[in-house]
């Protein structure tokens, strides 16, 4: 089994900052891919900002220069800083992974529980 973890949200002032992790935890060999997703009410979940194995990244145009994604591989661990945020930023903000199980080699999706960022006055 694997789970991802993710720890951080909250409700912040607009402009404020808040930093987002996501740890993975379980039968791992390989993480070959991470990515932060969001869902805000009434709307499709949508990519946020991703970090693939060759350690290029990714962002959706709307938190380009704000956001921040980075990788602690020895932790196993996701990072999504998060500056000047907005009160659009608003949603529940998702972990997700690609791994290589180990022992089978087989490679799985996995989706964290979701933590929640309200950007509010």
């Known amino acids: 089994q694997v789970q991802l973890v993710e720890s951080g949200g909250g409700l912040v002032q607009p402009g404020g900052s808040l930093r987002l992790s996501c740890a993975a935890s379980g039968s791992i060999s390989s993480i070959n891919a991470m990515g932060w997703y969001r869902q805000a009410p009434g709307k499709q979940r949508e990519l946020v900002a991703a970090s693939t194995s060759e350690r290029s990244v990714n962002y959706t145009d709307s938190v380009k220069g704000r956001f921040t994604i980075s990788r602690d591989n020895a932790k196993n661990t996701l990072y999504l800083q998060m500056n000047s945020l907005k009160p659009e930023d608003t949603a529940v903000y998702y972990c997700?992974?690609?791994?290589?199980?180990?022992?089978?080699?087989?490679?799985?999706?996995?989706w964290g529980q979701g933590t929640l960022v309200t950007v509010s006055s």
């Open positions: 997700n992974a690609e791994v290589t199980l180990k022992y089978s080699f087989r490679n799985l999706e996995v």
